[in-house]
């Protein structure tokens, strides 16, 4: 089947402009989690989502929201851009039920100038 | 969150078993020991988990030991293409999928 599909894969934007990235999860899995990786912070945790509504959020700015729709797929927006938001994002999603096995999509690289 | 310690690097030789050391002297009980990979630009692998026993599936081998206090992921073929950077997390169900990845350990497998 399928696995996570994320769009766009690369992306540059300038400073101050806003991005949504889109991720669609593997079919009957309602999770849907972001990261962020960077060479310098490594991976961290952004949000989950699971049936439409944020469960837990990470430590990062408002800029950084998302939402989940019916059919679980997902968007992240970053609004008012900086130059450290340049990064790879990457969805995960996983099956119903507390599990850490997440399945990763290829991720969304955004250059930020 | 249990907070895990990886070797920065590892060389292993092709064919060769590759054994990723993994230190989690902080893991709680209720907390399982997952085992990620990623290789070069792709997102992040799920390899294996466990909580108390040891476990394996067709790609590895998990040793945790009677403590908990640390595990050894057990690659038992080392090909080329498992060359990435290996990360071993400490997971609670109770953290809704909220992964915490550290620095993880650089395999290179050489030739």
């Known amino acids: 089947k399928a696995g996570v599909t994320q769009t766009p894969r690369y992306l540059i934007k300038t400073r101050g402009q806003q991005v949504t990235l889109s991720c669609s999860p593997i079919s009957g899995h309602r999770s849907v989690s972001w990261y962020q990786q960077t060479p310098g912070q490594g991976l961290q945790f952004l949000f989950e989502?699971?049936?439409?509504?944020?469960?837990n959020k990470g430590n990062f700015p408002g800029r950084f929201s998302g939402r989940q729709f019916s059919n679980s797929r997902s968007e992240m927006n970053v609004s008012t851009l900086e130059l450290g938001d340049s990064a790879l994002y990457l969805c995960?999603?996983?099956?119903?039920?507390?599990?850490?096995?997440?399945?990763f999509g290829e991720g969304s690289r955004l250059t930020v100038l | 969150d249990a907070k895990t310690t990886q070797p920065t690097s590892m060389d292993c030789a092709e064919g060769r078993a590759a054994n990723l050391p993994c230190n989690h002297s902080t893991i709680s009980g209720n907390e399982y020991v997952y085992w990620y990979r990623q290789i070069h630009s792709q997102g992040p692998q799920y390899i294996i988990h466990?909580?108390?026993n040891n476990e394996t599936n067709e790609m590895a081998s998990l040793i945790i030991t009677e403590d908990r206090k640390s595990s050894t992921l057990i690659l038992p073929h080392a090909t080329l293409r498992d060359t990435a950077v290996y990360y071993c997390i400490g997971f609670y169900s109770g953290n809704t999928g909220k992964l915490i990845f550290g620095q993880g350990t650089t395999l290179q497998v050489k030739p």
């Open positions: 466990g909580l108390k």
């Open positions: 989502y699971f049936s439409e509504t944020q469960r």
């Open positions: 995960a999603s996983r099956r119903a039920g507390d599990t850490g096995e997440l399945f």
